[in-house]
């Protein structure tokens, strides 16, 4: 009887976001401004109201259902306001409302997150109920009359949310041809000959290099094989990365070329383009002498194409997207293609900023990251904002100025060796004044006066990302406007001390 009725519940929560859905639908028909973020609003909508039959009649979704059945109604709310054309201060309020199109985005965005999880046990447990009573191998969700027996393991759901996220951002994104496709399990294994060279590793995987035929030509490319670990959660995390990389066009990050997903071998791949010169860390700690290890306006320049990678990610406000925070950056992810140039990799714990969290940032449940590279305000609070990335970036600047690692390792204590972020033993050096003493002498065994200009406003820009509270630190349009000043004092004391060489 309770089975029935929590059933019932989530049918009614089902009548009732497919019945929201239809009355948006309806209202964005006739908006009379933002009508753009009216139709976008209503492409999202519809990929979700196919997928709202698929929905398992289990008590696990009545939670996410309930809190998109809310944010739904404020959706509803802000096309009927749509409704009316100010004539007074019109720019403004078409503005206004387009933030909070953005904000209902985000978390519309931020509610699914919570389904994959649900649906995919919710599915698995209808699965075991059917072997154990019906082997007619045929599966009905509720309400449906499509989605035939076909699946097995309980992946209907999360296949779904894979290509409901690819349609959607697909709709939201650029629009050309050279779209990441999704790739067969063959294909990667005949990419990179059985997984034979390996690139690289982390906690999420091993990174081999392959090459593959995508967008009318042979591209070389990096192979990302997910780790087996914890199917469910690697499931939420695969989807959202996807989510994220899919739209993702800039000339400083590293661009998803194509993904694999095979729930039923739990095998999840990412397919990036190659970056040739490997890590930023690999040249700052080498030996080598690569143009990033040799020159300060090749160091600044990687910063430079960073920072503006990460503002890209900040401000995509001109478009409906909402912002990423990387919450990963490091010289590990700093990646150098066969040119030199900077591209930011690694998305794995990349998040969506919520556009409705409260002032100070998303909370989430637990502050994840790299020694050293970590907020501790972020670490201590547990809430997401921009200012986490510049707070890493600030580091980064300083690996780069002094050639140091992120962490060093301290005299013993106890008999045991104790790790030290590197910027608790540099920034004290820099802010009394004494920045010389700690830069890295390969560039310059004697920096110029131009250099050392350019180095101080470098070294200031880093002390301002690595202030303790975020709301203290610059923007990252900030920090792009320095490292460019920086550079350009650079070129033109490079130029002139040419000249005078000659
Ligand atoms: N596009 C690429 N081109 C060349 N090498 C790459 C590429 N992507 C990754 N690698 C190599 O693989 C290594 C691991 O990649 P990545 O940092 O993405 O893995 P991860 O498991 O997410 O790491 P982490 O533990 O930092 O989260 C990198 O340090 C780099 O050496």
């Known amino acids: 009887m309770e089975v029935v009725g929590q059933a019932a519940a989530v049918a009614q929560l089902v009548g009732n976001v497919g019945g929201l859905i239809f009355k948006i639908k309806r209202e964005a028909d006739t908006a009379k401004q933002n009508k753009r973020e009216c139709e976008n609003l209503v492409d999202y909508l519809s990929t979700i109201e196919e997928v709202l039959p698929t929905l398992p009649e289990d008590p696990e979704v009545a939670r996410p259902l309930a809190k998109l059945g809310s944010t739904l109604q404020e959706a509803h709310d802000l096309v ?100 990441p496709r999704k790739l067969t399990w063959p294909e990667i294994a005949a990419s990179t000959s059985n997984l034979a060279v390996v690139l690289g590793g982390g906690r999420s995987g091993t990174v081999y290099k392959g090459s593959l035929h995508h967008g009318g030509r ?66 700052l700690l080498g030996s080598g002498g690569s143009p990033v290890a040799a020159s300060w306006s090749g160091r600044v320049e990687v910063l430079l194409g960073a920072a503006r990678a990460l503002e890209h990610l900040h401000h995509r406000r001109a478009t409906t997207l909402p912002a990423v925070i990387h919450r990963n950056v490091s010289s590990c992810n700093i990646l150098l293609d066969a040119r030199w140039r900077p591209h930011l990799s690694d998305f794995g714990q990349a998040l969506l900023q919520a556009a409705c969290e409260e002032p100070g940032g998303q909370l989430v449940p637990e502050a994840i ?124 004391d490079d130029e002139t001390n040419l000249l005078l060489s000659y």
């Open 80 to 179: 009927v306001a749509c409704q009316k054309r100010g004539s007074f201060s019109k720019l403004f309020r078409a503005s206004c409302l387009a933030d909070r199109f953005r904000e209902v985005n985000a978390r519309i965005t931020c509610d699914l997150s919570l389904f994959p999880l649900v649906i995919y046990t919710a599915i698995a447990r209808r699965l075991d109920r059917m072997a154990q009573n019906d082997d007619s191998g045929t599966m009905a969700p509720a309400g449906a009359g499509s989605s035939k027996g076909k699946s097995s393991g309980g992946t209907v759901g999360i296949e779904t949310q894979t290509q409901m996220v690819v349609s959607h951002v697909s709709c939201s994104g650029s629009d050309d041809d050279d779209n």
């Open 369 to 492: 990251g790299t020694f050293g590279y970590l907020d501790p305000e972020y670490y201590s609070t547990r809430r997401v904002s921009p200012a986490i990335d510049v707070y890493s970036f600030g580091v980064v600047t300083l690996e780069v100025l002094t050639g140091r690692p992120h962490v060093l390792v301290s005299s013993k204590q106890a008999g045991e060796e104790v790790p030290v972020a590197m910027v608790s033993s540099v920034l004290p050096v820099i802010q009394s004044g004494k920045l010389r003493d700690v830069l890295d002498a390969r560039p310059s065994l004697v920096p110029t006066p131009g250099q050392l200009k350019a180095l101080e406003l470098v070294a200031n820009t880093a002390m301002l990302c690595l202030w303790p509270q975020g709301k203290d630190r610059p923007d990252i349009s900030k920090v792009v406007a320095n490292l460019d000043k920086a550079l350009g004092i650079i070129r033109s």
């Open 218 to 283: 042979v591209r070389e490319v990096a192979v990302k094989v997910l780790k087996k670990h914890g199917r469910q959660g690697m499931e939420v995390s695969f989807v959202a990365e996807l989510e994220i990389l899919f739209p993702l066009r800039h000339d400083h990050i590293a661009r998803l070329v194509g993904w694999c997903e095979e729930a039923e071998e739990e095998r999840r791949v990412f397919v990036y383009d190659h970056m040739s010169n490997g890590t930023l860390r690999d040249h």
